[in-house]
């Protein structure tokens, strides 16, 4: 409210119902019926003043949320998991007792009418902390108000005061073949997840450092760490290191995104709109070289945004070891080795569109990228020659909301559908390509807004040349892989969710087979804690 509309309400309020009878008793009296008029202008001006002062102090769209708008761009690009914020309530104070935030502030005559005829205003208590979460990703990490401590004994917003934000999560998952005749085996000799009850665990730490508050446009800083263990290592194997060791910043009105540093290329290219706890299966592009969680490479990531929609993104990545994640992990467990045995560089282009869900305006994401490896790769056509450059990938992905199912309160809320195609050459890649299929539904009850059903349908093309020779070996081969998953995650409390779901994989195991391998049906079962 400006100080002519202040002002206005002033005159209003010294000529109501009761003003009239105190104007005609002033008349008579000359000087003091102006006097009287004067020291209410006064007072009127006074007060203004100081509630402007005080909703400058309250309101989040001052400042840099307000230029942010200006410009017609968000505050922070990040999306955000839909769950249920904590909501307040700010109202102009009246003549009226202090009051927790949240907790209406009682009525009293004129002034009680008058603040149910102005807009409320809400604030997120937890939105202070978005410019603390890690910036440049896809992957939806939830903040602080969906974590298991939030802001505990205030220890999070210590933190803040100083720059410095958190966030970490465990994720835990098992899978268990179901059928009778499951080939099971020693785990030394598994030859996929779920031969054997396999049980995983993975343990992040995030901590970011605010630059901005040193004139650094969107400046951070980013230090992770990962812990993972396996009963069965050949996905994993079992590894203490970084996770990310990063510098984030922005140029020409966010016009331009710099992210450099060990970074994690799974986290910043491709994706789903899954919200991070159920994803695409990336390995066409991990065997190519793209760095893994598992895996951070020293990397430069520079993103062009032509609009709030439409980007371009470049990575100039080193790659991990071309003879795959496991060899890369043996060799560098901590990730803190600058390169690899054989591994080169790696160049990732992504071109794509990404608009967010807003009442009758559908969540879409397409995007498609190219990669080029320079690291020596086996020639799988002719193993015994000298390993060759020039290996390379390509992608196109799309997903789409079909229905909003709460337009009006959550519009990410409905059901979406998607696929994903990768490809690389066989002769320097085991998987020749990759397409999936994928439909799912967020937030599927009114009673659970915040809970994910997914159904993916995915086939593995093996190389041509990897299968053949393995073929004149007389093994038995098999040249795809196909499944088809569904899974349920739930979100019991703040920063806890649970899924489950089963797989049918029919050859779960990579181009070579027995009998009793053809075919598997797992139980899959996970959980995922934020703090």
């Not at 600058?338 to 790696?346: D, E, P, Q, R, V």
């Not at 995007?367 to 992608?395: C, I, M, W």
């Amino acid at each position: 409210m400006g100080p002519k509309y202040a002002m206005r309400d002033c005159l209003l309020a010294t000529s109501s119902s009761r003003t009239n009878s105190a104007t005609a008793a002033l008349k008579p009296r000359g000087k003091r019926f102006w006097l009287v008029i004067a020291l209410s202008l006064a007072a009127c001006l006074v007060g203004n003043s100081v509630l402007a002062q005080t909703a400058s102090g309250l309101d989040p769209s001052n400042h840099s949320m307000d230029q942010a708008s200006k410009r017609g761009k968000t505050p922070d690009r990040a999306a955000r998991l839909p769950i249920d914020l904590i909501r307040q309530e700010i109202r102009a104070p009246a003549s009226a007792p202090a009051a927790g935030l949240g907790v209406p502030f009682e009525k009293r005559g004129n002034a009680g009418r008058g603040a149910q005829t102005r807009p409320q205003e809400t604030i997120d208590p937890f939105e202070r902390y978005d410019k603390l979460r890690e910036k440049g990703l896809w992957l939806n990490i939830p903040g602080p108000a969906d974590t298991i401590d939030q802001d505990r004994d205030g220890v999070r917003s210590a933190l803040a005061d100083v720059g410095i934000g958190y966030i970490g999560w465990t994720h835990n998952s098992f899978a268990n073949n179901q059928l009778p005749n499951a080939a099971r085996s020693p785990i030394a000799n598994q030859l996929y997840m779920g031969q054997n009850p396999t049980f995983a665990s993975a343990n992040f730490m995030i901590v970011t450092y605010d630059l901005s508050r040193f004139g650094i446009a969107d400046g951070q800083i980013v230090v992770g760490a990962e812990q993972q263990y396996w009963t069965w290592d050949r996905p994993g194997p079992d590894r203490a290191g970084i996770n990310t060791l990063a510098y984030y910043q922005t140029f020409f009105d966010r016009t331009l995104e710099l992210k450099l540093g060990y970074l994690i290329n799974q986290n910043e290219f491709t994706g789903t709109l899954f919200g991070g706890i159920t994803g695409s299966n990336m390995s066409a592009l991990f065997q190519a070289g793209m760095s893994t969680k598992a895996a951070p490479t020293p990397a430069v990531n520079l993103k062009y945004n032509f609009d709030d929609r439409l980007y371009n993104k470049v990575s100039v990545q080193r790659s991990i070891s071309p003879d795959g994640a496991y060899a890369h992990i043996i060799e560098n467990p901590t990730g803190l080795n600058w390169s690899t045995a054989n591994a080169g560089i790696l160049l990732v282009d992504e071109a794509g569109y990404k608009s967010k869900s807003a009442p009758g305006v559908p969540d879409t994401w397409l995007r498609a990228g190219v990669g080029f490896n320079n690291s020596r790769y086996t020639n799988l056509a002719d193993p015994k020659q000298q390993r060759e450059t020039g290996n390379h990938f390509h992608y196109i992905a799309a997903d789409r909301q079909l229905w909003q199912s709460d337009a009006l309160g959550l519009p990410s809320r409905g059901i979406y559908g998607g696929f994903s195609i990768m490809g690389a050459p066989p002769d320097l890649n085991r998987i020749s390509q990759y397409c999936e299929l994928r439909l799912y539904a967020k937030g599927p009850f009114d009673s659970r807004p915040s809970d994910l059903i997914a159904i993916v349908a995915s086939k593995t093309s093996w190389s041509k040349f990897a299968v053949d020779a393995a073929l004149a070996k007389g093994q038995l081969a098999h040249r795809d892989t196909t499944a088809i998953t569904g899974t349920y995650t739930a979100r019991l409390a703040p920063g806890i969710y649970a899924g489950v779901g089963l797989s049918y994989i029919h050859n779960p195991t990579s181009i070579t087979h027995t009998p009793q391998t053809e075919h598997a049906l797992n139980l899959l079962v996970s959980t995922l804690i934020f703090f």
